[in-house]
């Protein structure tokens, strides 16, 4: 049995997963002698809903009961339990974004224990997440896979009597046979219209560039939120979204945080893409600081501009170093707002990655707590920020309007807030976006998965937000 990969390293299974896989046959004497057998081939999947049906029993899907992994019959007699446990949407790896993890429609993750196929909650730590991811690799037969664990890739995903096994591969028929899946339209379809992206996404910032939405969240599921790398999403109708891969991963790419990849927001400016983002260190002194990187494209891939923080821990006195976006005025001026507990704004140079410490102001609303965003429509300034703690219900957007980039602000009101009776809560860390060459503006925010999500288990999600004849902007009611 091979050793298990650990959360830090990432590739080592994507290695280990394209390499001959190793088959034990028995020779003469009793001795063992490892025969390599055929090459696996790294597969893709696509993400959202599907069911998976067995290869070597058409007919029979991979679903789960009293929360352990069977393989039975499902037709479109079986009763709408059934369908709906054969039924997972596939999302981002919990521990590789190259590999998948399968989310029942109960929230909870198929994951192997004592080898044995079984669905738990996401407990965020490192051991769930590889146990609950799994690596793509071609099947048997044209669009088949076979799901190889991320930790222990030399093990496969296999029925043996109804029951789901993780087993050492063995290359014979039988094997490839009980191994191997086709992914189909699912048994359950969604029924709801979010998230925008399946998986475990939070703190989304949406904005347009060129006439196409990218979206860039921070990626969640992770206990403590110690995720390290971003990926950048785009579409054309805030329906469809292309996933364009990792475009910064703190880990090998930035060399004063290896942890806490939070809350990226980018700006374009000197025709270039400038990503802003939260940053620490996973030990030691973990304080959070600011960094920016820089692509020539809004999909990366992102280098570190300076090679330092671009905001200290420290430098300024009260709150966090977190939650950094940047808002540019009709006059090309880019300001970056930031912090948490105390909201803070200062003018960015024209080279987007350095300013003047003397000019940053403090801009703190009543009711504050984190993820400032500040936009602009018919010469008012908006600010916006997130109250309550990101793991409370609670977690809500409220606004001010002002003047300038620097205020004076005018309190408002709370605009988006949970929604119990859709089983919405924990709505916040949102972004604001106008779609190009109108007036109607979208809201992206994050909120506790549904139906059994928490702050550190949170979604994705994009509505309609309007405004009064006033400017002032109407209630936001979530849609499920």
């Given amino acids: 049995m091979c050793a298990p990969a650990t959360a830090a ?3 080592r299974s994507l290695v280990m997963r394209i390499l001959p896989v190793l088959t034990l046959s028995a020779v003469a004497a009793g001795l063992l002698v490892l025969v390599p057998g055929s090459p696996a081939r790294a597969a893709t999947l696509p993400t959202g809903a599907r069911s998976l049906e067995s290869v070597g029993l058409p007919g029979r899907y991979l679903r789960h009961q009293d929360h352990l992994g069977r393989l039975d019959e499902v037709t479109s007699g079986s009763t709408a339990q059934t369908r709906l446990d054969a039924t997972f949407t596939v999302v981002n790896g919990l521990a590789s974004p190259r590999c998948y ?10 994951r192997h224990r004592d080898w044995r196929l079984r669905i738990d909650p996401n407990t965020g730590d490192p051991t769930f997440r590889a146990d609950a991811t799994f690596c793509p690799v071609d099947g048997p037969v044209a669009e088949s896979v076979s799901l190889a664990s991320y930790n222990y890739p030399d093990r496969r995903i296999r029925h043996r009597d109804s029951a789901l096994w993780l087993d050492p591969y063995q290359d014979t028929a039988t094997f490839r046979a009980e191994s191997a899946f086709r992914l189909t339209a699912p048994w359950a379809p969604k029924t709801t219209r979010g998230p925008v992206i399946p998986g475990l996404f939070a703190d989304p910032h949406l904005t347009t560039f060129n006439g196409r939405y990218y979206l860039y969240p921070t990626t969640d599921g992770y206990a403590g939120w110690s ?3 971003y990926k950048a999403f785009s579409s054309t109708d805030l329906v469809n979204w292309t996933d364009h891969g990792v475009i910064l991963d703190h880990g090998p790419d930035v060399s004063w945080a290896d942890d806490s990849a939070w809350a990226p927001a980018v700006a374009a400016g000197n025709g270039r893409y400038y990503l802003y983002f939260s940053g620490g260190a996973a030990s030691g002194n973990t304080a959070k600081q600011l960094g920016v990187a820089v692509a020539d494209t809004p999909t990366g891939p992102f280098r570190d501009a300076l090679g330092h923080p671009l905001v200290r821990a420290g430098q300024f006195p009260g709150g966090q170093a977190i939650d950094p976006m940047v808002f540019t005025d009709d006059d090309g001026v880019s300001y970056l707002y930031w912090g948490q507990g105390v909201a803070r704004v200062v003018r960015l140079n024209a080279d987007m990655v350095s300013y003047d ?14 993820a400032p965003f500040v936009f602009k429509r018919n010469g008012t300034y908006y600010l916006m920020w997130s109250e309550n703690d990101t793991r409370s219900e609670d977690y809500r957007v409220a606004y001010a309007t002002g003047t300038s980039p620097f205020g004076p602000w005018t309190n408002r009101r709370v605009v988006l807030q949970k929604r119990l009776d859709a089983g919405i809560r924990g709505t916040g860390h949102h972004s604001v976006v106008r779609a190009p060459g109108t007036d109607t503006w979208y809201v992206a925010y994050h909120r506790f998965a549904v139906p059994a999500g928490n702050g550190t288990n949170r979604e994705t999600t994009i509505d309609r937000m309007e405004f009064n004849a006033d400017g002032t902007i109407r209630p936001i009611v979530p849609t499920a």
Avoid: H, W
């Fill in 101 to 110: 993890s399968l989310q029942a429609a109960n929230g909870q993750f198929l």
């Fill in 357 to 370: 410490p003397a000019q940053v102001r403090t801009i703190t609303p009543p009711g504050y707590n984190e």
């Fill in 9 to 11: 390293d990432p590739d």
């Fill in 227 to 229: 995720g390290t790398y």
